[in-house]
């Protein structure tokens, strides 16, 4: 067989041509926003070459997806929804802490985060049973049930240690039962319902969750000493990440002015140097590599990565960068619409919604929209095991737009 770079890299051009976009503006992007990571390891080229060898590793793991025919993924179902429960559970009882959040387990030398399988793993179940369950006149009465009956549970293990991927994946099931035609006045429950929730663990978080005062006196010290000696209760066990979400809020929906001058550059350095690198960066920006903010950002390759870009793209780059991602989802609505079947159909815009709103998420944050929420920017932020499962959702896409049973379109 004649090997071709057409044979390689099939599929939709138009999804390939975005990918290799987000893939460049990575690369130069990481290795201008790495500049601690090059003083701590001593190394000039280091951060840079193991992202590329990252990204190389994700394209090769793409391509492989992208050659399965898409029908057999549902084999993989069943196996995925018992792995990501296995980690989930592991990572809440032994899981590995990095800046205060125990998301990540090692095995066999690989860290990774089970949140991400698990992202994946639901989407997947939740576009099986959205295709199972159509009719021609919507989907059956059970569908709502059973799709809550696979994610809920799901989402609530990924809900407390990560409580911003949990609220993304509940955008993306919405998403995903909308499109497929589940009864409007359910989903509206499924809202109205979580929106009551959410305002509950709010409560619970503003009650229990407890902040970082300053030790501005010898009292106030002593103080602290005695909270942190007391033995925390059950309910703080299972919310032990309270304090950083009432922070998190209080930071966010707090309306006082602040001057310039008396700014906590120490506390809020994220947001702070965030809104430095924007507000300095005009139409154009200052140019690749010549970003001030990156020295000072902290996660400025990961998670404020889009503050780096606008810094240095401008606000022009900002903007393609974000119509990059809507052209993604876009352009997967195009594919799904023209599958015979339902199932490549609803995976492939449940992958797209999924590697869309965490964009959006990532981006609202860094421009202030939103509260700090730990989301990466997808394909662009410097990653390990989340880059590549990122790649292996895009492999996905393709294979849809390879394999899945087309429309013929009459002249």
């Known amino acids: 067989m004649r090997i071709s770079i057409g044979n390689i890299f099939k599929g939709d051009k138009v999804i390939w041509m975005i990918f290799f976009f987000l893939c460049i503006i990575s690369i130069m992007e990481v290795f201008s926003s790495s500049s601690s990571l090059t003083y701590d390891k001593s190394s000039y080229w280091g951060p840079v070459i193991k992202h590329v060898g990252i990204l190389l590793a994700g394209i090769f793991v793409m391509i492989i997806v992208q050659n399965i025919d898409c029908k057999y993924f549902k084999v993989a179902t069943p196996f995925l929804l018992i792995l990501s429960a296995f980690t989930l559970i592991w990572v809440l009882v032994a899981g590995q802490a990095t800046n205060g959040a125990q998301r990540w387990i090692s095995l066999f030398g690989i860290q990774f985060q089970p949140s991400e399988i698990a992202k994946g793993t639901i989407v997947l179940s939740v576009a099986q049973i959205l295709s199972a369950m159509q009719t021609e006149t919507g ?5 709502f049930k059973y799709v809550l009956t696979v994610s809920v549970p799901l989402t609530i293990l990924i809900m407390f240690e990560n409580l911003s991927t949990a609220i ?66 059950m309910l703080e066990k299972v919310f032990h990440r309270a304090g950083t979400w009432k922070g998190r809020v209080l930071k966010f929906i707090s309306n006082d002015e602040v ?22 960066s005009e139409i154009v920006g200052k140019g690749p590599g010549n970003s001030e903010e990156r020295d000072l950002l902290p996660q400025a390759f990961s998670d404020f990565i889009y503050a780096i870009i606008i810094e240095e793209l401008g606000l022009a780059g900002g903007i393609f960068v974000m ?69 292996m959702f895009v492999g996905a896409i393709l294979s849809v737009s390879i394999s899945a049973k087309k429309k013929t379109v009459e002249k």
């Open 139 to 143: 989907t059956e009465e059970n569908t």
């Open 168 to 233: 993304l994946i509940g955008f993306v099931v919405v998403g995903m039962m909308f499109y497929g035609g589940v009864a409007l006045h359910k989903i509206g429950r499924l809202v109205g319902g979580v929106a009551l929730v959410g305002v509950v663990g709010l409560a619970i978080i503003m009650l229990i969750g407890k902040t970082e005062d300053k030790p501005n006196d010898k009292n106030n010290l002593t103080e602290q000493v005695v909270k942190a000696e007391e033995s925390p209760s």
């Open 259 to 280: 001057a310039p001058e008396e700014f906590d550059l120490d506390n809020d350095s994220q947001i702070g140097h965030a809104n430095i690198a924007i507000a300095s």
């Open 323 to 391: 119509f990059l991602y809507i052209f993604l989802l876009w352009r997967a609505g195009r594919i799904a619409d023209r599958c015979v079947n339902n199932f490549p159909a609803f995976l492939v815009m449940g992958l797209a919604l999924l590697l869309v709103c965490q964009a959006m998420f990532n981006m609202m944050v860094a421009v202030g929209m939103a509260p700090v929420t730990g989301q990466p920017l997808p394909l662009i932020s410097k990653g390990g095991t989340s880059t590549i499962i990122n790649c």
